[in-house]
């Protein structure tokens, strides 16, 4: 299996620009998840979806993050308008029980 | 909700053995799982726990004692690689998402 993939791997963006991630997850798992990591906060979970249905988005920070999962292989995490303060490393994680999450190689957003 | 203590930084030789320490405070516990991440790399999976006791993988061993809310990671005969972050995580009040720590940084040296 070719396990999680994001795209893009690298973003670099200026204050104000739309940015839109992209996660396909394993296939068979039925969650998913967004997570973001930066120094200061560690590894945040932002929100999950299970079986394409968004569960728990209380980890988003505000109104200009959205996540849909349209499908079981295809997810996106959209920032609009970004700031700089969202940079970090954007994770996108699925798993098919609770126990083990495989997480894909994470998207490095740099916003100036 | 969830919240995880466990030490910011942790040193070792070669060869050696090193304990890293969870504490955790959970409105339902469902089990605490331990990730490593290297440098610019990807948290990966290591163990889960859901009863208490030793569960062990070849050098890595993990622990829990759930009446003391506390867990912990075993590293033996330490190589350069396992220079790495870890995280001990439990699950959300759903039972499914995991709220991780803020890590531990293992440094290697020869």
């Known amino acids: 299996d070719a396990g999680v993939i994001q795209s893009p791997r690298h973003e670099v963006t200026e204050m104000g620009q739309e940015v839109t991630l992209r996660c396909k997850p394993i296939?068979?798992?039925?969650?998913l998840f967004w997570y973001r990591q930066t120094m200061m906060r560690g590894l945040e979970l932002l929100i999950y979806?299970?079986?394409?249905?968004?569960?728990?988005d209380s980890g988003m920070p505000e109104d200009r993050f959205s996540a849909k999962m349209p499908n079981a292989s295809f997810s996106t995490l959209k920032i609009q308008p970004s700031e700089p303060r969202d940079s970090a490393v954007y994770f996108c994680?699925?798993?098919?029980?609770?126990?083990?999450?495989?997480f894909g190689p994470g998207t490095r957003l740099t916003v100036l | 909700g969830q919240s995880l203590e466990q030490p910011s930084e942790v040193t070792a030789v070669e060869g050696a053995i090193v304990q890293i320490n969870c504490t955790y405070q959970?409105?339902?516990?469902?089990?605490l799982s331990w990730y490593q991440q290297h440098d610019g790399g990807a948290p990966t999976f290591l163990s889960y726990?859901?009863?208490?006791g030793l569960e062990e993988t070849g050098r890595f061993s993990s622990f829990l004692s759930r009446s003391d809310s506390y867990g912990y990671l075993l590293l033996q005969e330490l190589q350069m690689k396992d220079s790495a972050s870890y995280f001990c995580?439990?699950?959300?009040?759903?039972?499914?998402?995991?709220?991780f720590g803020k890590g531990t940084t293992l440094s290697v040296s020869s």
């Open positions: 726990n859901a009863l208490d």
């Open positions: 995580a439990v699950r959300d009040g759903t039972g499914t998402a995991l709220i």
């Open positions: 994680a699925s798993s098919s029980s609770s126990d083990t999450q495989y």
């Open positions: 296939s068979g798992h039925n969650s």
């Open positions: 959970t409105s339902g516990f469902y089990g």
């Open positions: 979806f299970n079986n394409n249905v968004p569960i728990d």
